[in-house]
Each structure stands twice: as structure tokens, then as C-alpha cells.
């Protein structure tokens, strides 16, 4: 029967990540977790000949697959088919002593866990430093802001990019903290007690502790549960989902935004040459690079339900009813937020602002833009704000309903406005305010300035991740 593929895996996530989660990988993992183990346990006086460790270090990266299926399909038993084949690999039977399934499995996993959230920090810090070049080119480029979806007060392209950038990085710093203090289950048997570990050391509640200790350092964590049962518990799951969900949301802020400003023809993610938009009508340069990502945002929050969903449902000290959708939601979880953040660094590697464009829209919109500071001129002229603001909206409205009318091809606020005797202002006065609202966008400078210091600081802490760039997506 032919395999079918991993979509997630095949199409989108990088090497480095599907490496991470490969069936192979996982085995190769476990086996190295096998060998530290050994090593620890001989250290801490179990016999245990060199010559054995050393057989199985030979065979660690011999992985044969269908052997383990062969096996599985015999004793109905993942881990004990993966011992089975390992040793026979290697010609003894050292491995697993005194441990169970979980002490295998759980580590292993948390493991993979702790690598694939490294290797997102490091692309996110990537992402973030090309996010703040785009900021920096941007930064006093004036633009139409929206609320709703209608024109509000002139912003910058630049403090768009950064609002996006700085939502992005709070979630890189939970990312980050998640890292430091994300604890390792351990090696605490079938029940949490350890008991087949204190023993095969007589007892010895020093040397158990040394041995989990030992692991701990080999597997690189930081500290480990000191209460668990079978499992460690499942809302640590729903924590690293929830975690890449809160990374993803301020690229898919941004990327939804794109998409729509290239409906307005703002900006664009770019267009690579030979690339079709659409194989039916050839000026189309579709948004799919934004889309894709929107998409991926959507995957991640399907898994972050399951995963939501496990936490609090444990029975006792553990059982298998979450084996099932942790093995599809924790890998497949981290190859969307992989794919994602490979099409954005793509995207921020091409994008296009079309600043003739922008200047346009911001030449059309330039009367309702500048209504606030009308309005406050106004007031400061002695009429009473809510009457400034009754004279104000009824030449907006007037001159909004002309232009979509069609009755007007320009914005005739103003003189409507300057014929309003009602009105203090007159037109070089409004003029002279509308030329200072064009490039008034209060400190969006400066704040434009403060996310880019933010991530300059970021970049010093992992300063190899900015050399990371987009691999060959479709």
C-alpha cells in the first residue's frame, strides 16, 4: 500500500525540523538516551562491561524500521520492539534497566520539544531583525491608518511594520523564558516513585537521584518535575502550543494587513520572476506567501484545541489516552510554525511598498485624516467641541457621499468647511493644518525607533540566528 505523506512535513516545514521529529530521529534519540543512561549507571557502581557500551554506540545510528515494525507486530508493544532491536543490534541486553516506557519515552519527547523550540527562537530572531529593517525603511513614510478598516489618522508604514514586530517579540520573550524553565520528567519509573531505580542501587536514594541528575545534564534541561506520576503533565503540552499560537498571532496580524493593502495596491509580499498568479487571467499577483501564513495560523490554533484538550485529563498517575493526539499535535504543531516562519522570512525578504500609491491615498483621504486636528483647532478657536464636531462630521459625511456618488471627483470637506460661516477657521488656516497633518504622526518615530532597539538587543543574545534565511519552499 503507498504511504501517504505528511503534508506539513513533505510541503512545508525545513529539514532541520522534520530531522527533529523523524521516526529515525526519534530512535536515534532514544538510543543515545540508552547509552547515557548506561554510562551513568556503570559510573554510579552497576556492572555494566565497557565492551557492551560500546557495541551499542557502534549500532546507536544503524536504525532499521521494519525490523522494529516486525517486531511491534509481535509483542503489540512500541518500546519493548525498539529494545528488542536494538539489542540485537548490538549483541546484549543492557539497556532499560530500571526504567519503564515513560522514562524512555516522555524524556525523548520533551527532548524533540526542546529542540524544535530552540530552532523557532532562532528562525523568530530572524524574522524580527528583517522586521525591523523594513520598520527602518519605512519609518517617516506617511500613511492612511485604519480602524475598522476605514481611514482613522495618518500613521507610518514603518509604525505598522513595528506595531506587528512588537506583538512578534513579546511573543519571541515567552518563547525565550519557556526555554529556561521548561522541566524535564526524569527517570521516576512506573509510577512516579522510582522505585526500580532505588532497586537496582540497593536502596540508594543518593544514587538514583545522581543518576536522574546525570540524564538531566546530558539531555541539556534545567531542572526537572520532582512529583510526577507516569507522565509529566499534559498542560506543559498545551503550554508550548499555546506559546507557538502567541508567536504566530503578531505575523499573522501582519500578514492579513498585507494582504490587505495589497488589495489597495499599498504593498505587496513580491513577485519572483516566473511566478503566475493565477492561470486564467495573467495580471493577477496573488497575496499566497500572507495567505499561507493566515492558513498556518489557523493549523496551529486546531492544534493548541487539542492540545488544550489533554491538559486536566489525566487519570491517577497517567494513562495512553493522549498518546494518539500528542504524536499528531506536538509534532505537526511545530512544522506549521516552521512553515510559517520560513514564508514569512521569505516574504520580509521580497516584500514591495508602493510609496507613489500610498502618497495618493493619503492626498485623497488628507480632509478626514486631519479632522481631529480641525476639530481641536476649532475648540482652540472658541466654539464648543461637540458643535465643531457636528460642523465637522456633516461636510465629511457631505463630501464622502458626493465622491462615492460620483456627483465629486474631489474631497470637498474643506470647502465645504471655508463656505460654513458657522465654522471659525478659513481655508489657509484648515490648509496650513492639512499640510502639518500630512506628516504628522505623533511619536510613531520614535516608537518605530524603540522596537528596533528592542530587537538589536535580542540579536546580541543569539547573534548566529541572523544569518538564517528562508530554505526552498513552493
Known amino acids: 500500500m503507498e504511504a501517504v505523506l505528511n503534508v ?24 543515545s538516551l540508552w547509552i547515557a543512561v548506561m554510562r551513568a549507571q556503570r559510573d554510579l557502581g552497576l556492572e555494566i562491561p565497557s565492551e557492551a557500551i560500546e557495541a551499542y554506540e557502534k549500532v546507536r545510528d544503524r536504525v532499521d524500521l521494519e525490523d522494529i515494525k516486525a517486531r511491534e507486530r509481535v509483542s503489540r508493544h512500541d518500546v519493548k520492539a525498539r529494545i528488542e532491536s536494538f539489542c540485537a543490534a548490538a549483541g546484549y541486553e543492557y539497556v532499560h534497566m530500571g526504567m519503564t516506557s515513560r522514562d524512555l519515552t516522555e524524556n525523548v519527547e520533551q527532548l524533540q520539544v526542546k529542540h524544535a523550540l530552540e530552532t523557532t ?103 526537572v518535575w520532582d512529583n510526577v506520576g507516569q507522565v509529566y503533565p499534559r498542560s506543559l503540552d498545551a503550554t508550548v502550543i499555546n506559546t507557538l499560537v502567541e508567536l504566530a498571532s503578531g505575523m499573522a496580524n501582519f500578514s492579513k494587513t498585507l494582504r490587505l493593502m495589497a488589495g489597495q495596491e499599498l504593498a505587496s509580499e513580491g513577485f519572483a520572476p516566473g511566478q503566475t498568479g493565477s492561470s486564467a487571467m495573467p495580471h493577477k499577483m496573488n497575496s499566497r506567501s500572507t495567505e499561507r501564513i493566515n492558513g498556518f495560523h489557523t493549523i496551529l490554533k486546531g492544534y493548541q484545541t487539542m492540545a488544550n484538550g489533554l491538559a486536566g485529563d489525566q487519570w491517577n498517575e497517567g494513562d495512553v489516552s493522549c498518546s494518539v493526539v500528542r504524536r499528531v499535535c ?32 493619503v492626498a485623497h483621504y488628507l480632509p478626514f485624516l486631519a479632522s481631529t486636528a480641525l476639530l481641536m483647532a476649532a475648540v482652540q478657536s472658541g466654539m464648543g467641541r461637540e458643535a465643531a464636531h457636528a460642523r465637522v462630521k456633516h461636510h465629511a459625511v457631505e463630501a464622502l457621499r458626493k465622491m462615492r456618488s460620483g456627483e465629486s471627483s474631489e474631497n470637498g470637506m474643506i470647502a465645504g468647511l471655508g463656505a460654513d460661516d458657522s465654522f471659525p477657521l478659513n481655508l489657509d488656516e484648515m490648509n496650513k493644518i492639512l499640510e502639518h497633518a500630512r506628516a504628522e504622526s505623533g511619536v510613531a518615530a520614535s516608537q518605530v525607533d524603540a522596537f528596533v532597539e528592542q530587537v538589536s538587543r535580542v540579536a546580541q543574545r543569539y547573534p548566529e540566528a541572523l544569518k538564517i534565511e528562508p530554505g526552498d519552499i513552493l
Open 8 to 31: 506539513l512535513a513533505d510541503r512545508y516545514a525545513s529539514r532541520e525540523m522534520v530531522a527533529i521529529w523523524s521516526a529515525e530521529g526519534k530512535v536515534r534519540m532514544e538510543r
Open 121 to 223: 527562537r532562532d528562525k523568530m530572531v530572524a524574522v524580527l531583525s528583517k522586521l525591523a529593517v523594513r520598520a527602518t525603511e519605512s519609518r517617516d513614510t506617511p500613511l492612511a491608518a485604519r480602524t475598522h478598516n476605514v481611514v482613522a489618522q495618518v500613521t507610518t508604514v514603518g509604525k505598522r511594520w513595528a506595531m506587528f514586530g512588537e506583538e512578534s517579540l513579546f511573543g519571541f520573550e515567552q518563547l525565550d523564558a519557556l526555554l529556561k524553565s521548561y522541566p524535564l520528567r526524569g527517570l521516576k519509573g512506573a509510577v512516579g516513585t522510582q522505585k526500580d531505580t532505588l532497586q537496582l542501587f540497593d536502596g540508594d536514594a543518593q544514587r538514583a537521584a545522581d543518576l536522574e541528575s546525570a540524564v538531566r545534564q546530558h539531555l541539556g534541561f534545567e531542572s
Open 330 to 361: 506536538l509534532p505537526d504543531a511545530f512544522f506549521a510554525m516552521d512553515g510559517l516562519i520560513e514564508t514569512m522570512l521569505t516574504v520580509l525578504n521580497q516584500m514591495e511598498v508602493n510609496r507613489p500609491v500610498i502618497d495618493c491615498e
